[in-house]
């Protein structure tokens, strides 16, 4: 079974640019979870969409924004990036009918400069 | 809302030795998972263990949701468990987010 697939692995950009990051879930999940993990915090959580909705955001401004398509990838879109947006970000699936659990991908750290 | 704190924040141990990581959560949690995320920054799941006792190789873990705790044993320790270890949890109400401990850095030393 494959597992939570991220992309791209890093990706570097500059400030005021857009970044677009990439998750598919493990086949048959529904739920995708984003996460920021900054160098040396902890993780925190982002977004979490549902079938397709959004369901829950943390605390990020609103130019940290994303969706999930009908196949259940999500897309992460981050704008007007900043210099501390520089993080590890991590997507994880999950099948809510299952139980909770998470999985999670190898996530794609973005550099901006 | 629920507060997950863990101990110690860092470890040094020698190859072979033995360990126990704790955690605790302030609230009653749905369920409890444990991460080793590797030095390349990939969050593994080690052990879903809402409550009881799990043993997997060299690891294992116990939950004693009552007391609000839950303790990951490692054992015979290998440079390969180098790393940051997790304890996640989920409240009863909600599957919106998971909660994450701030972690306990492992580093294993041969």
């Known amino acids: 079974e494959a597992g939570v697939t991220q992309s791209p692995t890093h990706l570097i950009k500059t400030r005021g640019q857009q970044a677009t990051l990439r998750c598919s879930p493990i086949?048959?999940?529904?739920?995708v979870y984003w996460y920021q993990q900054a160098l040396g915090l902890g993780l925190q959580f982002l977004l979490w969409?549902?079938?397709?909705?959004?369901?829950n955001r943390g605390n990020f401004p609103p130019r940290f924004s994303g969706r999930q398509f009908p196949n259940y990838s999500s897309e992460l879109n981050v704008n007007a990036l900043e210099l501390e947006d520089s993080a590890l970000y991590l997507c994880?699936?999950?099948?809510?009918?299952?139980?909770?659990?998470?999985?999670f991908g190898s996530g794609t750290r973005l550099t901006v400069v | 809302g629920i507060q997950v704190e863990q101990s110690p924040p860092d470890l040094i141990l020698q190859e072979g030795a033995n360990s126990t990581l704790r955690c605790n959560f302030s609230d009653s949690v749905n369920n409890l998972q444990w991460f080793h995320q590797n030095p390349w920054g990939q969050l593994i799941n080690l052990f879903y263990i809402p409550s009881g006792t799990k043993q997997n190789g060299r690891l294992s873990a116990t939950t004693v949701a009552t007391e609000r705790y839950s303790l990951l044993y490692i054992s015979s320790s290998q440079t390969t468990d180098s790393g940051v270890y997790f304890c996640?949890?989920?409240?009863?109400?909600?599957?919106?987010?998971?909660?994450f401990g701030p972690g306990t850095s492992l580093s294993v030393i041969p």
């Open positions: 994880a699936s999950s099948l809510i009918s299952a139980g909770p659990g998470y999985t």
């Open positions: 996640a949890v989920m409240m009863k109400t909600s599957y919106d987010k998971v909660i």
């Open positions: 086949s048959g999940h529904t739920s």
């Open positions: 969409y549902d079938e397709g909705e959004e369901r």
